[in-house]
């Protein structure tokens, strides 16, 4: 199976498994009991019914028509795939209330219309108002889009955008405004050549010009050529734009021009095109999947360019997510009747402002980076800056009240913006930041357990993503059969077999051996069984690791923990820094990540031994990009028992706060406490947590931190990521029995940032030096 057929399987797999799709609708209230039930709907509903009938605003009270959006479609321009129908194009509406969901909190119903007469599709869209606080059109090809729109827009009372026309032109413009100014350019005097006009091309050029743009001084080309008066071939969108001018070619237009915008298809512009541009160009290439000249091509033709793309592996990239769920979000929240110009304007000023601030650590940690800042490559805020939703939603809903489409007002600003931080957990970007840093500098990771199905899919997947390069230890046979029978591609990926006796792997044996038996002479070992324990593979796969032939393990699937800990310890040992050795997860919920600790290795701690523990805790947080603030917890509440327990517990909080002053730690507390603010200001206003949530949570002893976690897991519906091993001096970590191929994958990503973190590696150079890796080559190809 090739990459482009494996890549195909896994994208129906993902839509297939499980309930098809990617959505589903979830009753947000309780509906358990008769009562609920009769409340819910008969007889109960008909009060809720008659006060809508009384007040139809009241629909906004309740119902849920104030935070649903409807992403409709006939499929007819669907990606890049054209006139697909829409069937076909229903994934991608579903795929955008994803977007919608994740990124703003917005609930979204998708519709796919069987329509394509322009006036037959309004009334289906029309008649749909009742149901929708708003409405985002989607995939409809040009020039009918534009009539559809204009006519909902002046015939409905809800907010609605196409956002294919008006996502990338509110985007691609603040990115302009700030290329403009590292230029030092003004947006009247600039030449603009446009290449492509198609809806999202005339929609960017009109903002532009709402900009400052003259439209005299810019060229915009279709298929056929520049848009000129002599043309007779122009629809009414592309009448708009016509210059008095002889037909020209592209690469004429680009002469002397200060911007460049593609919207048109993959390596239609060349270096030459490039370099006959003015002093400092800039040039936003913006086709997908190809743009219309490489980010390296253009660099390579300028170096004083202000390179843009679609793409999210270069810099300045124009993404349309970065606009539409924060649009929204602003509209709806403060009923707007319209989205106007006046609102799409702040939306791009609030980006452009937004780029010019200091940049978050979770931001620099995702893109592998120590201090992103405005200039040449970053005029425009990264998709995982989690402060999108608070910065862009509320300059939208001030315009919209400004401008007097808004039906309700909002006056305390900074509450609202802590509202809007609640609603997904300000630090939710956690694992796509993982994910992307993991992306930016993969690590050589080995898997121990790798004769398992769910080790070699997790394998397959870290690999193709490019998060990491897998080692399998394990029988090449057995592997190579499993990855036969369930169709899984294991080509460039290394398989090394401990046990095996052939001289190569024989020798590193004995060099590993060697090197045990050195480490734990004096403490019982034997020449022999520190041979003998090199045919195990967490024992090799920890000596790997050791001697810079991999960066990271993963163990455990398929053994106790204790079994995959004792190694870890024997072969690469604590951290001199580190006070104790710590297990961790991270759980996922609606309120951001927390982050749960000692959930695996220490049984009942003492005071300074949990103080060690929060520690680990804590500047592994920071690590990630977030501000620790810790509750210890107990059953007790600032010293309300004096029991053994809460006072070792305060006690340990004592020694944090003697260690790190400035580090935000309170206990003794119990959880209902520490997560209620209204609690804590009127029973405990000196409490450290008054003005912040929880994010690490302590327990006093490994009992109740494990079943804490697997309740939150099982019961409060949170992803966990773990156990993460805090306290060695190399990155190995611990799979929990049972553990899924995502959650294999989550500790991929785990293990490599905690490599990252632990070591510089020129992985590149290591794969060359390793002596078994012509081996394997000669391996991979027989298999």
Known sequence: ?????????????????????????????????????????????????????????????????????????????????????????????????????????????????????????????????????????????????????????????????????????????????????????????????????????????????ALGAKKENIKVFDSKGLIHDERTDLDEQKKEFVVKSKPMTLDEGMKNADVFIGLSKGNTVSKEMVKSMAKKPIVFAMANPDPEITYEDALEARKDVIMGTGRSDYPNQINNVLGFPYIFRGALDVRATKINEAMKLAAVKALAELTKTTVPDIVNMAYNEKN?????????????????????????AKAAIESGVAQHTIADWDAYEEQLNKRLGIDNQLLRAIGSKARKDPRRVVFADAE??????????????????????????????????????????????????????????????????????????????????????????????????????????????????????????????????????????????????????????????????TQLVAKEVRAF?????????????????DSPEAKMVAKAREIVKQREPNLVCEGDIQPLVAFNKEILKENYPFSELVNGEPNVLIFPNLASSNIAYNLLQEVGDADAIGPILLGLKKSVHILQLGSSVRSIFNMVLISVIDAQMKGKTDVDEAIIKSPWWKRFRKVSHDM
């Open 372 to 396: 992103i800042s405005f200039g040449p490559s970053y005029i425009i805020p990264k998709p995982l800056d989690p402060r999108l939703l608070s910065y862009v939603a509320p300059a939208v």
């Open 1 to 209: 199976m090739n990459k482009e057929q494996l890549r195909r399987q896994q994208a129906l797999e993902y839509h297939a498994k499980g309930r098809p799709g990617k959505i589903e609708v979830i009753p947000t209230k309780e509906a358990k009991t008769q009562r609920d039930l009769s409340l819910a709907y008969s007889p109960g509903v008909a009060e809720p019914c008659m006060e809508i009938f009384r007040n139809p605003e009241d629909v906004y009270k309740y119902t849920a028509k104030g935070n649903l959006v409807a992403v409709i479609s006939n499929g007819t321009a669907v990606l890049g795939l054209g006139d697909i129908g829409p069937e076909a194009g229903k994934p991608v509406m579903e795929g955008k209330g994803v977007l919608f969901k994740i990124f703003a909190d917005i609930d979204v119903f998708d519709i796919e219309i069987n329509e394509k007469d322009p006036e037959k599709f309004v009334e289906i869209v029309k008649a749909l108002e009742p149901t929708f606080g708003g409405i985002n059109l989607e995939d409809i090809k040009a020039p009918e889009c534009f009539y559809i729109e204009k006519r909902l827009k002046e015939e409905m009372k809800i907010p609605l955008m196409h956002d294919d026309q008006h996502g990338t032109a509110i985007i691609s413009a603040a990115a302009l405004i700030n290329a403009l100014e590292l230029q030092d350019k003004k947006i009247d005097k600039v030449q603009i050549v446009v290449n492509g006009a198609g809806a999202a091309a005339i929609s960017c050029i009109k903002l532009y010009v």
């Open 625 to 641: 990009g977030i501000t620790p603030r810790v509750a210890m917890l107990s059953y007790s509440n600032f010293g309300s028992s």
């Open 452 to 613: 398992n199905v769910k080790v070699l899919k997790a394998a397959q997947l870290a690999y193709e993503e490019g998060v990491a390069y897998p080692i399998l230890l394990g029988d090449v046979n057995n592997i190579k059969d499993m990855a036969d029978v369930n169709g899984i591609d294991l080509d460039g990926i290394p398989v090394l077999d401990p046990k095996s006796k052939d001289k190569e792997t024989e020798a590193m044996r004995q060099q590993f051996g060697e090197l045990f038996f050195q480490k734990r002479q004096r403490k019982g070992l034997n020449r022999y069984e520190a041979v003998k324990a090199m045919k195990e593979r967490t024992h090799f796969g920890c000596m790997m690791v050791e001697t810079g032939e991999a960066d990271a393990l993963i163990s455990g699937l398929s053994r106790k923990y204790a079994d995959t800990i004792r190694p870890a310890l024997q072969i690469i040992g604590k951290d001199e820094k580190a006070g104790k050795i710590a297990g961790m997860y991270i759980m996922l919920t609606k309120r951001g990540p927390l982050f749960l600790a000692d959930a695996t290795v220490n049984f009942n701690p003492k005071a300074e031994e949990l103080a060690d523990i």
